[in-house]
């Protein structure tokens, strides 16, 4: 019975891997969402994998020959040792129902932050200060409180540059 089961890669090998899977005949799915990547006054769209450093690979642990998958260029291991450990179907079948149809995971880094959360601005001219988290708008704007010269002032930035501090 084919089950899904975690690969484990080498660092930015996660794409590399899942063609090398699929030249040998494997399913690999690698979820990958849409990151907004700045540099040098420059801004776009980069696919980022969902989880770093892993791929789900669909094997039949009693009819195929698993073990060519740890062979496979920009795998490490597969999760959970020798015999590996089969990850729960529901765990998949919940991310693929997340999936858009381009194909990608849609994630907002602010989704996990609560009203009152202490956050820090990672990017943009209020990079490295800290204020609360408020809400989050529609647009994916973030609503700060930051403390500046003595006063409370209230800012919005892109959710991208925001991070729990």
Do not use: C, N
Not at 11 to 38: D, N, S, V
Not at 84 to 94: F, G, R, Y
Not at 104 to 118: F, I, Q, R
Not at 144 to 164: F, P, T
């Amino acid at each position: 019975m084919k089950r899904w089961y975690v690969a484990h890669t080498r660092p930015m090998a996660e794409a590399r891997a899942r063609e090398h899977l699929a030249h040998q005949g494997f399913e690999a799915w690698l979820p990958e969402y849409r990151k907004l990547r700045r540099h040098a006054r420059r801004t776009d769209h980069v696919l980022r994998p969902l989880f770093p450093r892993y791929l789900f690979v669909h094997l039949d642990l009693e009819a195929e020959r698993w073990r060519s998958v740890l062979g496979t260029a920009g795998v490490q291991h597969l999760v959970g040792g020798d015999p590996p450990t089969p990850l729960a179907d529901a765990v998949i079948a919940h991310l693929k129902a997340r999936v858009d149809e381009e194909g990608l995971v849609p994630v907002s880094p602010a989704l996990s932050l609560k009203s009152g959360d202490t956050v820090r601005i990672a990017e943009g001219p209020l990079a490295d200060l800290e204020g609360i988290f408020l809400d989050i708008d529609e647009k994916d704007r973030v609503a700060i409180l930051l403390s500046l010269m003595g006063r409370s002032l209230r800012v919005q930035v892109d959710a991208g540059d925001v991070e729990k501090a």
